[in-house]
């Protein structure tokens, strides 16, 4: 059995390995369409530009989901500035948010908070690009805001947008789930999974609050202090659960 086990895990991770650098390769044709599409500027490669830029992100989602099955690969817990990451966040969207006619507010702190930058990164891009495909058609806004706690820190973002039935926003985090609001919408149900499983593995909280046709709100929670050691501790843990 336990050899069984040995060469399932093996399967199963020359498979996620094989998937990384698929993933990895074809960003180079990517790349090199948009470096086209920027030297030939015309209506067209414009509608290419924004098609490429979908594609992009999926893969990205992509490389994510398969790396967030391998806890001790891919992250490194430090300190940093919170907005830092959440510039550099709003500065990938920043297009669609120009597109879609949103206001942006954002009430930026100097809060110092234990992540992964990178991994922090992507959940924030992840939750700003439901924001964006929910918003309203008529004076769209997002909002952006830290909240300081006696343990910890909060980073809200919120968005006037269609909002989430009370039966349905217990589910938002399951993976595939969509949603009866997302019928006509090119949805995956896999971008809110991913980042509740990523923030599990950063030892995170996220939250969401709705009204339909009002707002949504999704909060993460970033604890301080002697937080860090523990949480350093647990990854340790699994690092030998996985060995």
């Given at each position: 059995?336990?050899?069984?086990?040995?060469?399932?895990?093996?399967?199963?991770?020359?498979?996620?390995?094989?998937?990384?650098?698929?993933?990895?390769?074809?960003?180079?044709?990517?790349?090199?369409?948009?470096?086209?599409?920027?030297?030939?500027?015309?209506?067209?490669?414009?509608?290419?530009?924004?098609?490429?830029?979908?594609?992009?992100?999926?893969?990205?989602?992509?490389?994510?989901?398969?790396r967030s099955e391998i806890v001790e690969k891919d992250?490194?817990?430090?300190?940093?500035?919170?907005?830092?990451?959440?510039?550099?966040?709003?500065?990938?969207?920043?297009?669609?948010?120009?597109?879609?006619?949103?206001?942006?507010?954002?009430?930026?702190?100097?809060?110092?908070?234990?992540?992964?930058?990178?991994?922090?990164?992507?959940?924030?891009?992840?939750?700003?690009?439901?924001?964006?495909?929910?918003?309203?058609?008529?004076?769209?806004?997002?909002?952006?805001?830290?909240?300081?706690?006696?343990?910890?820190?909060?980073?809200?973002?919120?968005?006037?947008?269609?909002?989430?039935?009370?039966?349905?926003?217990?589910?938002?985090?399951?993976?595939?789930?969509?949603?009866?609001?997302?019928?006509?919408?090119?949805?995956?149900?896999?971008?809110?999974?991913?980042?509740?499983?990523?923030?599990?593995?950063?030892?995170?909280?996220?939250?969401?609050?709705?009204?339909?046709?009002?707002?949504?709100?999704?909060?993460?929670?970033?604890?301080?202090?002697?937080?860090?050691?523990?949480?350093?501790?647990?990854?340790?843990?699994?690092?030998?659960?996985?060995?």
């Amino acid at each position: 059995m336990i050899e069984e086990v040995g060469r399932a895990r093996e399967v199963q991770h020359s498979y996620k390995e094989y998937i990384e650098e698929w993933i990895h390769e074809i960003k180079t044709p990517i790349t090199a369409i948009d470096l086209i599409c920027k030297n030939h500027k015309s209506e067209v490669t414009d509608r290419i530009k924004k098609e490429l830029s979908t594609i992009d992100y999926l893969v990205e989602q992509a490389l994510y989901y398969a790396r967030s099955e391998i806890v001790e690969k891919d992250y490194f817990v430090k300190k940093i500035p919170l907005f830092d990451v959440v510039q550099k966040s709003i500065l990938n969207v920043r297009t669609a948010i120009l597109e879609n006619h949103i206001q942006l507010l954002v009430d930026e702190t100097d809060d110092i908070v234990f992540t992964d930058e990178k991994w922090l990164n992507f959940i924030i891009i992840q939750i700003l690009t439901n924001s964006i495909k929910y918003c309203k058609k008529e004076n769209a806004q997002i909002h952006i805001y830290a909240e300081k706690l006696k343990n910890g820190v909060t980073l809200a973002i919120e968005d006037n947008g269609i909002g989430i039935s009370p039966a349905e926003l217990p589910r938002i985090f399951e993976k595939g789930f969509t949603g009866s609001n997302r019928a006509n919408s090119k949805s995956t149900g896999i971008g809110l999974y991913l980042c509740k499983k990523l923030a599990d593995k950063l030892g995170l909280t996220i939250k969401a609050e709705s009204e339909k046709g009002k707002f949504t709100k999704i909060t993460l929670f970033f604890p301080t202090d002697n937080f860090i050691n523990d949480f350093a501790d647990h990854k340790e843990a699994d690092l030998q659960n996985c060995k």
